[in-house]
């Protein structure tokens, strides 16, 4: 649970950094995605093998080629092995978060539908943050490489955060707008996670009034979880962190199912097919072209 509203937590104990909270929830999901990683390349690769060395794969493509021609024959087996590689490129974005249980799967839920909510208010697609703060050299990197500007002085806050720049960020959280309830709850959230960050007083109680200032509706539930998040970080590394993020669960109607697949599983698809699937496709079609009109080429 959180600390007594406007006391620090301990003056002892030193605040979890931005960026504590996922780095939690990876650890959560590590192994179960580790091994769905492992299993499907078995399965890939273990079917690619079987398939280069079966007698009746061969004499199926010299069917089809003699039915259609080697080139169409070609383009055949290129689709059909590209449709099998984005089906376990899907398998490895989708399947590793349906697989928790519990608490793990509902706090990871929760998480997840508030980081893509944000990220696609400021930058479009949830997948373009991967990467993004993960560890404060990224953070440092992007900060390096971005100008400051209006439209992401939400993530410029965190990022100096997140690489010690502490007074620069208060000055970012400071100049957020405030023309709506909702803003005005998220600049005082920012700039108390800065009085966190830095060992002043975490005001928990003005926090939750300004989450209750939020008319009733879906700027509300955001704001609450928004909180929950901020104090499920707070509660870390040895507090029960996940207990603010199941407090709130009930606040968003749809399923873990649907939570997990459309605001984490595709993110990663997404990230994925961008970074993976496209060029490996790109690169497999370009190879299936050669082979197929270099005999035309050679008559």
Known sequence: MSADPGTPADPDKQPAPIGALGRALVEVLSPIQTAVVVVTLVVVFGLLFLAMTSDAFFGAVRTLGESIGTA????????????????????????????????????????????????????????????????????????DATPPSDELRPIRFEALLMVGRAEEARAEADALPQRTPLESYRRLEAL???DDQTGLPFDEVRLREAVAAVPAGIDRTEAEVSLA????????????????????????????????TRDF?????????RKILVPFLLLFFAITLVAAITPLLLR
């Open 192 to 194: 108390a996670m800065v």
């Open 72 to 143: 169409p024959a070609l383009l055949v087996a290129a689709i059909l092995a590209s449709a099998f590689f984005t089906l376990a490129v899907a398998v490895i974005a989708f399947v590793p978060p349906l697989l928790l249980r519990g608490d793990d799967r509902e706090v990871m839920a929760v998480h997840s539908w508030i980081g893509a909510r944000e990220v696609r208010r400021l930058l479009g697609r949830a997948s373009r943050a991967a990467g993004l703060m993960g560890t404060p050299e990224a953070a440092l990197r992007w900060l």
């Open 265 to 273: 599983g595709l993110t990663i698809f997404d990230l994925l097919a």
């Open 229 to 260: 998040v901020t104090l499920a970080r707070r509660a870390l590394p040895d507090g029960d962190w996940r207990s603010p993020l199941l407090d709130v669960r009930e606040l968003l109607p749809e399923s873990d199912f649907v939570l997990l």
